[in-house]
């Protein structure tokens, strides 16, 4: 087949003309994707979608009986309107793997949230609907109950609002609207028997996000080595992760951003839940023009429109200035929290990072030293192999039991392909002082 051929490069055909925009080159008739939504273009990926992945053990609720496991917060983060019911999560989980939700049928949430890959998709890139290829890395589901914002750029305020945006994405499950996504499954007897059971209504897009943020808020996944040692047992973790917990909150700097304070409300996330610029590949891309483009584009506020620019287009690259137009925003995103980051590589929105030695790499020589939007807490770290390896043994102890196995496979994959590929080491640059960061342009 003419896809394989060409082997891990990605094309982009021009819906009208079929030539690949990339390259030059014709595509067949075949490759050609008709121009349904407006958006012109899809970039199609030579690994193409593959069948939606099983619901099975991994995907089950998670019991509250985990050490580390927030009782009071995860109270809070339950909302009002949409109380738990095991009937609820059930039906929501159901509604998770479906993939008649999509245009075509082929694309589910767990597709690119697959629970045997701790809910990713293992790819740097979300591929969705007919192998179409999105801008942004896949996050995980688990813990995802307590972000304050969803997305990279936090354009969602709660799991309801966050589960409808995918659906009608063009580049993701591909529906016109939520209404079509509910035509097609209220033909289904099933279906409709079970939101009349649930929510004692017919099919409605508000129940239909309703019982899926459920399922998803029973995703909590706490219980790893960090919590045990935490806990009080000295023995949960290596020497080595717990000079990297240390370096974590002194030299590293991480606790700037991935706060971890028992005396905040959110005493068991890595995350401030804040946004910052930590200069992930800024510098390439032509910043005045797509914030012009966004401006012209895209109106405040309009989060349809925001969402298809943030997952098909370059301007995906703005980050939380499509949302906020603060200038201190551009390409800034949303702190991960780090629970079971081992087992969710490739790393950041974009997927640039393809180990967790290359994240350290990044913040070790403070990262983009052309980018005027940097954060000020990013600076050479002057750390050396052994502390990071400290802080890769760290962020290997945040594994849940359900991924140990995954996790250990993935810390000695990591470890592998970092003694040959260390894309991102900069060593005189880490070692070297804080260079003069250049003043934003004119827009
Ligand atoms: C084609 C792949 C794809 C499909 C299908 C998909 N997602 Fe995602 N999901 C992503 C990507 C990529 C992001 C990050 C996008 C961004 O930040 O702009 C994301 C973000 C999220 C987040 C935010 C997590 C966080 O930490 O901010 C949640 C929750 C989520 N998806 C749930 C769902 C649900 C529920 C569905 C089904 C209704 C779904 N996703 C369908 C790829 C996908
Ligand atoms: C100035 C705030 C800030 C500091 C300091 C910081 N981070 Fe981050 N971190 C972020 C943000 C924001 C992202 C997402 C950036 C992106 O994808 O563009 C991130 C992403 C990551 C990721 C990728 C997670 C994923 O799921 O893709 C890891 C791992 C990480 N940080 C670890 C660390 C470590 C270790 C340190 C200390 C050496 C650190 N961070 C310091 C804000 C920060």
Redesign the pocket.
Known sequence: MRLAKLGSRALVFAASTGVCLACGERGGQSLVRSDTTGAGAFTISSQPLGPIPPDDSLARPKSPHQIGFPIALTDSVIPKNNLQTPEKIAFGEKLFFEGRLSANGTVACATCHNPRLAFTDGRPVAVGIDSRVGQR?S??VLNALYNQFQF?DGRAATLEQQAGLPIVNPVEMGQPNLDSAIARIARIPEYRAGFIRVFARPPNPTDLVRAIASYERSQASFDSPFDRYMAGDSNAISASAKHGWV??RTK???????TFADTTTHPTRFT?D?????G??IVRHRVVSLVRQAEQAIAKGDTIAIDQAAIGTPMSAL?RFLISRADSDI????????RN?MV?A??????S?AT?WD??DH??KGAGTHNPYL?T??QP?A?NETEIDD?VA??ASLTSPDYRELGAKELARQRQVSRTSRPQRDSARAFGPKPIQPKPPKF
């Open positions: 890395n996050p995980t990279w370096l974590f590293g700097r991480c606790n700037l951003c991935h401030d804040g946004f910052h610029n930590i992930v590949l980050g390409a800034s995103f949303k702190t991960p929290d780090l980051v969710t490739p790393y950041f929105h974009d997927g990072a967790l994240v350290m913040y070790n954060s807490e990013i770290l750390l802080f760290l962020m």
